[in-house]
């Protein structure tokens, strides 16, 4: 496959200000949210106008997906506007956007297709034209992203945008297995991934704490090992269909020889130690793993991979590979005996060897392999991919000897990181900066990775959505597009757009502290509100380190760290004028007023949590938390007191002030109050006295 | 049919206390938020624990729909919980909730079916006792709304519940001609319906506007006759499926002989005036109706209703037969000879002969027929069920001469009244309050009425949710059961908790608010909301009236007048309060703090929604509402100003004050400004003098 990401000739800096500024101009438009940003975008003068006469033509090569993918276009566009478009155009209407598709793309979408498309909009009408179905549809989301509202009705802003992705392979994988995750909710965020030009959906079927899809020939493995929690091979059929519809491809991966309990309650026989075995309720890296020496192991896989791979039409079969601890390995003697024979000298080249028979395997049935790290082995055929779990060195290693390889480290959803952050993450940053271009090919891009210990059917959106977003404009937009607060700005915009998709980060954050308060108007629990919109979910994986009980697949997740945003929007805002007031040297009065206002409710906001917390054990265990904000407020605002005063703050009272703020820090109840960095850092600027002089941030 | 809505001897008189005042005690826990209120409710001591370990048992006659209803039961407690209970219970694990049916309802639903339930819970476990599988499908819902948070935990407090419905017929009628309403909107509002034991599902099928239901034997019917927006016959099985898990019966709908331009689209041999017909785009009442002087009408009826009534299991068919304007029959000389030659006075008489024509039609197909009062002429057969929209009175004639009825008028949610306005209207108030018991026993009940020319799939759910439950409560409780305060609290709650539902009332005012900003965040538009929190559309029939251009089905619904609630919480307790504060004689200082604080938000909104209205002609449409809102809370302060000072206020400033008010008060966008009165009221009193002393509520 040829790797497409490398950049035309683009002017991309001007993109950035065309992006965020052309557009804010002086009758209040909006800038142009287009999300990822475009390759290339040359404004024009005027807009075309959005009525109930818009119509679509499609010209050129014709398929089925494409009268879907208008059909999905006119109802989004619809849902925009609430304008109700005829099912069926009049025939003889003039159409208001011209769609030219070239050719077909090919049957089994491929990584390397070309996705490119130009989008003309003139006040007269709009054109777009690709060399594939592909690039229709990524057109038709930029169109969509390019629809606002005016003062006179809604329309689109007149615009020529000519665009292709950086990297081939961008995706997602959602585990399904630690948290079932039904067919309806994966539909939506595929959905979501069309929106923002993804292209490929990485389905984790299989882990210790469950089998997720259907198998006829072995109907033990979902039938004992999935709670009846599963896909039927019909829905993961549908659900194929709907992504191919929606220019996604879809990887399964059957996770093996370790994070493989869950087969082993129907299929004893495969495990390296004695049975019997449950699903697993817990998280973490358990020892069960396949026997890697029992040549039965070899023909239950070649027969179930013979089943999938007929299943799955993706020329990519992920056999998943991390994380063995080996401990069974080593318990069995036979299996010590085995490697003894073999000259295997350690547990990695067992795995390898495991790796090899399983890759053949797949390689018989028609697919490659991808795996994590781990199935990169000396050796291996070319045609592997390596999903880097660890970071772009191991990318780098691969590539410099002839390998594909995607990048997941720095996007891994569950670790509650910020978009910002994310975001500089770079599939050729690191040590794959100082690889050759040729080299630089064979990274063909990365995959956000939604692991589901603590995401359910309910809060799963609420992680993916909409950081996910900014992963996917790092995999398509030029490598130039690195502003954040673009990208916040964008990312917002498209975020709350994705509500029209149905997706619910929006919706399941307020029904869930209506749970939580056990109140059902918002006013009622505003207090909770105000506590819930500046604390996130303790970063990495520490939140298992500070529970009492141990969490498993039967703990709800209905507490405050399930339902509030892994970023605060509220709490980036304060710090944003904490370093702007800083800045200023401490005396621009409306930034004070501002900091007041916002430092005062917070300091105010405990007294009204209180009655709550009395009503709700669910916000009683935040009662810690809400004081601590209130804290943060007062401390706060006697920080202005003696900026005001305009001498420095005595150094025992600051030294007093920073140990506070150090408690606060704390995570608490798996929650971190995010203000506590900024209000450090204005106590700090106060205590070097005159006007912040020194503390400029 | 046995009419079960005779109270048995019950304690209605301590119902609306504990309702509303015992669970309100010093552990400020919230009072019992159920709706409808039961029949008798006695509370127990200490409450039962809702956890993981949560199993039910059904004893007693077993069926599908009982396995059903405890699978569903379990999701939504799993939902108001986020426990996440295991699909299967282990089955030695002893059983939280024992349910016990006594015997088997009807194969296909009846009104007047045994519905009643008794409902114990203790801290040690629950039990529900009904006679058929109705009882258990209300019992169970009244659990989940016993369902609280608690300082510990999630729980359910001990109580006693026996309760039984006043009226049989509890409908719900959704017009889905109009606008067409997909089937996962339906579904949707029968779970609403299930959570407030409604038990009628009238399904408004045909109109001018669209011909609704697949018919095999005349294709052209739907084929012309809906835009391609119709329901499967497929489609209308499994809703009829769904609904009867739900105890809820589902009546079609075939209006006739009006109402019935989209029939003629594709059988113009039907009409009484000469073809072609095109769907009607229009609203109001139209001229086209059946030709019942053709003897080829009945046959195609009889064609139709014999596909239809195998169709739909319900005994009931509903016929229509509103609103026929005599047009076409006057201009058809075939028609006026037919009147002459059979003495028929006048077009009344005509629809007689027409209704009973069709009346034996549906009989001879096993059904009874139901329809709109016009149905009603000297010598129906006793079956017929006559649907008012008239209102009492032809209830009253109608019982006095036998015949079952049930009452709409009072119900139309289309209106836009509020809450309290249906809550008032009872079945058996009017004229029907003076019928001897037994006659009484002929009135069936109610049905709300969702006619669809402003609501669509966006904002249907918002238009019946959460209104209807009041109108449930109506036609559910003891007609003792009238205080609006307890109505209002415990209709907010089930509101929210309908959103678990997937009822979308709260979702699509946010988003719709959204694009009429062309904003995506909620602070961003925060001005918007402000004022549409104190609009609602206009009442009654008003709208047509006030725009320029006529609306048909292609207008969007995207204005502020389509996303407003139809009833200001805002405004209902702003209203509260300064009947509060009048009533204390205008001197308390909390609640005229209150009263400022509210006023000042409205007088400073205007200037915040200005850059809105210049960047969206959909915010620029409601200006002047702005402008009348701002203008409202100066009027408000200064009258607190005056009131203040202790004087009267002069007569010239009171008469400028008023006539300010009285435009104020105008429609404007189709918009009414609902803090209006209340701030009259407020100039009124201050007008007087002193301490308000003349002016109390």
Chains 1, 2 share one sequence.
């Not at 791979?309 to 401990?327: M, Q, R, S, T």
């Not at 770079?426 to 891009?445: F, I, R, S, Y």
């Not at 359910?456 to 954040?484: H, K, Y």
């Not at 399941?508 to 209506?514: A, K």
Request: hydrophobic share 40%; with cysteine; charged share 20%.
């Amino acid at each position: 496959m040829a790797a497409s990401h490398w950049m035309q000739a683009l002017s991309v800096m001007t993109l950035a200000v065309l992006l965020c500024a052309a557009r804010t101009n002086a009758q209040g438009q909006s800038q142009l949210n287009l999300m990822p940003a475009p390759a290339h975008v040359q404004l024009g003068n005027g807009s075309l106008r959005i009525d109930s006469s818009f119509a679509v033509a499609l010209t050129g090569h014709t398929e089925a997906r494409l009268d879907h993918a208008v059909q999905r276009f006119q109802r989004q566009l619809s849902l925009q506007t609430a304008i109700p478009f005829p099912a069926k155009a009049p025939p003889s209407s003039k159409s208001t956007l011209e769609i030219h598709t070239d050719h077909a793309s090919k049957e089994v979408q491929e990584p390397g297709e070309d996705e490119s498309y130009i989008l003309k909009v003139t006040p007269d009408g709009a054109t777009l034209t690709a060399a594939t179905p592909l690039g229709v549809l990524h057109g038709l989301q930029t169109f969509l992203q390019l629809v606002e509202v005016s003062p006179e009705a809604f329309s689109v802003p007149a615009v020529t945008i000519e665009d292709s992705p950086r990297f081939p392979w961008r995706g997602l994988m959602i585990d399904v297995s630690r948290h079932f995750i039904p067919l309806d909710i994966l539909k939506r965020n595929i959905d979501g991934m069309e929106a923002v030009k993804m292209n490929v959906f990485h389905w984790h079927l299989s882990e210790n704490q469950g089998f997720r899809a259907e198998s006829k020939k072995f109907p033990k493995l979902h039938g004992l090992g999935s709670d009846g929690l599963y896909y039927t091979q019909e829905e993961i059929r549908e659900l194929i269909g709907y992504a191919r519809d929606r220019g996604i491809r879809v990887v399964p991966e059957f996770d093996m020889p370790g994070h493989s309990t869950a087969w082993f309650v129907g299929h004893p026989e495969l495990a390296s130690g004695p049975g019997p075995y449950d699903i697993e309720r817990k998280w973490g890296i358990f020892d069960p793993a396949m026997d890697p020496t029992n040549e039965k192991t070899y023909k239950f896989l070649d027969q179930l991979i013979e089943e999938m791979a007929k299943l799955f039409p993706d020329h990519y079969f992920h056999i998943g590979g991390d994380e063995v601890n080996g401990k069974q390995w080593d318990a069995n003697p036979k299996i010590q005996e085995f490697k003894k024979s073999r000259g295997l000298k350690n547990n990695d080249a067992l795995q390898a060897y495991f790796s090899q028979r399983v890759q053949k395997i797949v390689t018989k049935h028609g697919k490659a392999v991808i795996g994590w790290d781990e199935v990169f082995i000396p050796g291996v055929p070319k045609d592997i991919v390596i999903q880097s779990w660890r970071g772009q060195a191991s990318l780098a290693q691969a590539a410099a000897q002839g390998y594909h390889g995607i990048l997941s480290n720095g996007y891994y959803l569950d670790l509650g990181w910020s978009a910002a952050r994310h975001y500089a993450v770079d599939p050729l940053g690191g040590a794959a900066a100082n690889l050759t271009p040729e080299q630089q090919k064979l990274v063909l891009g990365g995959e956000s990775c939604m692991w589901s210990e603590y995401v359910n059917p309910e809060n799963i959106d609420s992680r993916i959505w909409p950081r996910n977003a900014a992963i996917a404009e790092r995999l398509w937009s030029p490598q130039t597009v690195t502003d954040p607060a673009s990208m916040y700005t964008r990312m917002n915009a498209i975020g709350a757009r994705l509500e029209w998709l149905g997706l619910s980060h929006g919706r399941s954050y307020r029904l869930m502290l209506q749970r939580i308060a056990g109140l059902s108007s918002p006013e009622e629990f505003a207090a909770l509100r105000t506590l819930a919109d500046v604390v996130e979910p303790a970063k990495d994986y520490t939140r298992e380190q500070t529970v009492s009980t141990e969490p498993t697949s039967a703990t709800p997740l209905n507490r405050l760290v399930d339902a509030v945003p892994p970023e605060s929007a509220a709490a980036r805002a304060f710090s944003e004028l904490v370093d702007k007031f800083i800045a200023g040297g401490c005396h621009e009065a409306e930034a004070e007023a501002r900091l007041r206002a916002q430092l005062s409710v917070w300091r105010d906001n405990d007294a009204k949590l209180q009655p709550l917390a009395q009503r709700s054990f669910l916000v009683k265990e935040v009662a810690q938390n809400s004081q601590d904000l209130s804290a943060l407020g007062t401390a706060g605002l006697a920080t202005l007191d003696f900026i005001a005063k305009g001498g420095a703050a005595p150094d025992d009272w600051k030294a007093q002030q920073l140990a506070a703020i150090q408690q606060i820090q704390k995570q608490k109840a798996q929650l971190l109050l995010m203000p506590a960095p900024a209000v450090q850092k204005l106590i700090e600027a106060a205590a070097t006295g005159g006007a912040c002089s020194t503390a400029k941030p």
